[in-house]
């Protein structure tokens, strides 16, 4: 029925049960058994298990709600809030944080999203050393800045050149571009 409230059972999953009884030893022993393989153990992990062990858990808080109408009473569990381990709580996040995008910060105007990835052949070299992956995310920058400047400039170089009461065909405007940027011996995505 829509509207009435049914309340999550976590500790019913196969995760929480394993995770309730063995996180504890896996922490224990992460740094002899999995650290070579997989990186050191960092402490957002522990964070977010215990995050997700507690939510939803009465003994860490819960609202009791009254209908004014019927009178009938429900405790609501205070959740972790968290965000990427507790699918519920996630979602929850991600709709706020999306709707705080869209009305306070971006504009009305059309937008595209970029995603870079990192090759698997690549990812070993973070495993350790995880500060690389800001670095890695400053080059992403650069080589989209550099790919919009180039862009631009192109775009720009097409005003001039195309100065007539009709458009020329799209071919046309391609092969322009390229050749622009090659005389310029500038190379973009």
């Not at 059972?9 to 049960?17: M, S």
């Not at 960092?42 to 997700?52: F, G, H, L, Q, T």
């Not at 009791?64 to 381990?85: A, N, Q, V, W, Y």
């Not at 800045?145 to 405007?173: C, G, W």
């Amino acid at each position: 029925m829509p509207g009435i409230y049914r309340p999550r059972h976590p500790e019913r999953t196969v995760l929480y049960r394993v995770l309730f009884h063995h996180f504890e030893r896996f922490v224990a022993e992460y740094q002899e058994r999995f650290e070579k393989a997989y990186g050191y153990f960092r402490p957002i992990i522990k964070d977010a298990v215990e995050k997700y062990l507690d939510c939803g858990n009465p003994r860490c808080g819960f609202a009791r709600i009254r209908c004014p109408r019927c009178r009938t009473e429900h405790l609501l569990m205070f959740s972790c809030k968290t965000r990427g381990f507790v699918p519920s709580c996630h979602a929850k996040r991600l709709e706020e944080w999306g709707e705080w995008v869209r009305e306070t910060l971006l504009l009305d105007v059309p937008h595209r999203q970029v995603v870079f990835t990192i090759p698997k052949m690549l990812r070993v070299f973070f495993k350790f050393k995880r500060k690389l992956l800001g670095e890695i995310c400053r080059c992403a920058v650069q080589a989209l800045l550099f790919y919009f400047q180039a862009a631009d400039r192109i775009i720009d170089h097409l005003k001039l050149v195309f100065v007539a009461e009709k458009p020329p065909p799209s071919h046309v405007l391609t092969e322009v571009a390229l050749m622009a940027a090659e005389q310029r011996m500038e190379y973009f995505l």
